[in-house]
T-cell receptor, first 116, second 115 residues
Framework: NAGVMQNPRHLVRRRGQEARLRCSPM?????VYWYRQLPEEGLKFMVY????????ESGMPKERFSAEFPKEGPSILRIQQVVRGDSAAYFC??????????????FGQGTRLTVV | DQQVKQNSPSLSVQEGRISILNCDYT??????FLWYKKYPAEGPTFLIS?????DKNEDGRFTVFLNKSAKHLSLHIVPSQPGDSAVYFC??????????????FGTGTRLLVSP
């Protein structure tokens, strides 16, 4: 049973380009979360999605950032017109259908975005 | 506004001794707390959790204590092993019985266990 798969592991983009980060949740998991870790900081929640639905995007910057989790295929975090401040590690996590207290989220290895 | 705080950025412990990692929170709505371990260039790995209806949870060498009145939790690792060297993140969520893992993370404590 493969874990949460993120690709690419490393992504370099020039200012103004678009960045697409992909996340395939664990088999059987229908909930996906995206977190961002800036240097020397903890992980910050960005968005929570279920298949074809955005449930909570309260942590997403208002502009340039979008996320989707289509019926088929991986979840995509898209950053348009990247700026140097977008450089960070982006982590995806997945969890199974809501079961109560012990629904831990499992994290992928992250995508390290560098904007030059 | 840092709702989850880990005030010690680093901790050094000798192998075999106890490691105690601390975490404080400010939001009284938090009702589920987790500890994650993270190695460089990897994602966080779930370690242990505790709900607000308990004050202690134990799993092998790892024990988490929760003091709700002080809004404080701690992770005890005993005995510590060199393989425990990593960054440890404390995280919290509210309304955990919905299963929605919108976690608020602390900034992490780097643990170094020396042989």
């Amino acid at each position: 049973n493969a874990g949460v798969m993120q690709n690419p592991r490393h992504l370099v983009r020039r200012r103004g380009q678009e960045a697409r980060l992909r996340c395939s949740p664990m088999k059987g998991h229908s909930h996906v979360y995206w977190y961002r870790q800036l240097p020397e900081e903890g992980l910050k929640f960005m968005v929570y999605l279920q298949k074809e639905n955005i449930i909570d995007e309260s942590g997403m910057p208002k502009e340039r950032f979008s996320a989707e989790f289509p019926k088929e295929g991986p979840s995509i975090l898209r950053i348009q017109q990247v700026v140097r401040g977008d450089s960070a590690a982006y982590f995806c996590a997945s969890s199974p259908q809501v079961q109560g207290w012990n629904t831990e989220a499992f994290f992928g290895q992250g995508t390290r975005l560098t904007v030059v | 506004d840092q709702q989850v705080k880990q005030n010690s950025p680093s901790l050094s412990v000798q192998e075999g001794r106890i490691s105690i990692l601390n975490c404080d929170y400010t939001n009284s709505m938090f009702d589920y707390f987790l500890w994650y371990k993270k190695y460089p260039a990897e994602g966080p790995t779930f370690l242990i959790s505790i709900s607000s209806i308990k004050d202690k949870n134990e799993d092998g060498r790892f024990t988490v204590f929760l003091n709700k009145s002080a809004k404080h939790l701690s992770l005890h690792i005993v005995p510590s092993q060199p393989g425990d060297s990593a960054v440890y993140f404390c995280a919290a969520s509210a309304n955990a019985n919905t299963g929605f893992q919108k976690l608020v993370f602390g900034t992490g404590t780097r643990l170094l266990v020396s042989p």
